[in-house]
């Protein structure tokens, strides 16, 4: 395979993208090294990894704050790339709690751009977001849509971390740096062996529809059906797991194989289609069979009426799309959360 023993440091590799993302490069003929701290995963998913894919990844428990385990971590292994996932990732809780996420979502990227300029390893992959974007003026956003002022000091980790590696990139010959911002992440490996593991109370739709379809939440709470959509309630571009995995491994093709036209690239990771809050939901009872307990409530403070990607860029550069099905999606969110009940 054309990838075979080319090595790729997954930083929050335990995680839910990180987890999906290292099947895929698994898959892909390349080896991965996962470092974690595991504050918001759990080890067992290593073995859902070996399962998927017959090969466990190296795993080393660090904390990538700590430059000197972090730095160990170099020292050990012979990577060129990088792909950062490490992060707090809770909009509501940045805001109580701004300084735990400045601290752990930056000093965790800056030590690991540090070490990558430092040890002359070349390509870091940064997981952004669509929060970037905000309420944008038009849609679908393109990758030149201006960013708005951030919402909440985790969008701000986000639009600052991209500064930190566009600035690197440009400073430190040989540094390339590709931002992802990523859309709606949802469903879970259609094996049921990993996915989405949300501690206490979901706030994000699907493990909330997931987990009320399971008896674990009363009743689904639909935050305002009183905005400019065409049924009322926000559009997202809800994005497949395994899809937005692939598009990793596009994204270290490119870099590996000295494809990159510039030293810093940005892609939207979406599908490119909106999608109504309550036309998932429906969508979710539809193909699993099911009914599911859910009620109109107010708006969310925060929450913007509409945003999906223009993906144009992502499909003819990258040579990367999503082609799983959001009735495949589904079924496989619902299969993950009984693999969780049993
Ligand atoms: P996740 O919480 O499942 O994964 C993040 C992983 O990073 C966890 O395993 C956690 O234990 C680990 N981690 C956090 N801080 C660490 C540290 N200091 N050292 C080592 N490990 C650390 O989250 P996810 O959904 O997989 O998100 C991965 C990345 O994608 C994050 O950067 C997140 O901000 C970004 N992102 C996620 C979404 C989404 O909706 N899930 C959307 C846009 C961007
Ligand atoms: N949402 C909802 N009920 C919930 C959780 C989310 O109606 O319990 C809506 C939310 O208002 C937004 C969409 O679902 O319009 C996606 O929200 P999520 O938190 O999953 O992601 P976001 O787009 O906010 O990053």
Known sequence: MANQHKTVLVSGGTGYIGSHTAVELINAGYDVVIID?????????????????????AFEKVDTCDMGALRRVFEKYAFDSVIHFAAHKAVGESMDEPLKYYSNNLVSFMNTVELMKEFG???????????????????????????????????????????????????????HGIALRYFNPIGAHPSALIGELPRGVPNNLVPYITQTAAGIR??????????????????RDFIDIVDLAKAHVATIDRMTQGKMEQDYEIFNVGTGRPVSVLELVKGFERVNN?????????????????????????????????????????????????HLGK
């Not at 080890?43 to 466990?56: F, P």
């Not at 679908?140 to 701000?156: F, H, I, M």
């Not at 913007?304 to 969110?333: F, H, M, Q």
Request: proline fraction near 6%; glycine fraction near 6%; charged fraction near 25%.
């Open 290 to 338: 099911l009914k599911l307990p859910y009620r109109i409530t107010g708006r969310r403070q925060g929450d913007i009426p509409a945003v999906w990607a223009d993906t144009t860029r992502a499909n003819e550069v990258l040579g990367w799309k999503a082609e799983r099905s959001l009735d495949d999606t589904l079924r496989a969110a619902w299969a993950w959360q009984q």
């Open 121 to 175: 390893r070349p390509n870091v992959l940064f997981s952004s977001s669509a929060t970037v974007y905000g309420n944008a003026d038009t849609q679908p956003v393109t990758e030149q849509t201006p960013r708005k002022p951030a919402e909440s000091p985790y969008g701000n980790t986000k639009q600052i971390a991209e500064d930190i590696l566009r600035d690197c990139t440009r400073a430190y010959r040989g540094l």
């Open 218 to 235: 009363k009743e689904l709470s639909i935050f305002g059906d009183d905005y400019d959509t065409p049924d009322g309630t926000c559009l």
């Open 37 to 57: 701290n595991l504050v918001n995963s759990e080890i067992y998913s290593l073995d859902g990894i070996e399962k998927i894919t017959g090969k466990r990844p």
